[in-house]
């Protein structure tokens, strides 16, 4: 209930999921960068798991961008304090609860290179979508280099093995791209959930107006 009060306003929202460990100076955190720019000029809520690395990567860029920030922060021994470019934050002290949050407000999932975390939070992603519980919400997988040998495993071992259904290991969507990502994401919420632009500066998404 604490987490729905605080994000309850936070707007039209895209959950980006990253590791917490690629500092700035490396490619990924750019690119992460980047993502959180474009979604925010678009007028997306940028939201994520609130610590450093790629996760601050997409607040920062969204930030940046004019556009808004949030963080579902979890406790942790290390390596998870909230990084310095959200507007909003709330800090969780289990992952279920912080998940539901991740969840609730999202159109649409972003994963940038990540560990078990980012793992955990995309597949039961891709798990609400295959049995239903949400329905055509995108994921967006960025990083081809990174994802490939996961995308390739999924194509090639659980769908030929029949523990996923053909069409399945489509919803997984890979690229490089950010701009390319974004533009995914922009046609499903258009389409899928009525979304359009609005006669408002930074071009901001709004519903039913």
Known sequence: MRGFRALHFVGLCVTV?????????????????????????????????GGPGLM????RGAREAGGRSIGCNIELPREQQPNAYLDRWITFRHFYVRKVMLVKYAYAFI???????????????????QTGKVHEFPIVLVGRDYWRPLTAFVRNRLLVEGTIDPGDEQRLRLTDSPAEAVEWVTAVAMRRFGLTYGPRARRRWYLGE
């Open 56 to 59: 601050e990567a997409a607040n």
């Open 17 to 49: 999921f990253g590791s917490a460990r690629f500092k700035a100076d490396h490619p990924y955190y750019e690119l992460g960068r980047e993502l959180g720019s474009r979604l925010a000029r678009v007028g997306f809520t940028v939201m994520t798991g």
């Open 111 to 129: 994963a940038l290179p990540g560990g078990f975390g980012t793992l955990d939070e995309m597949f039961e992603i891709a798990t609400l979508v």
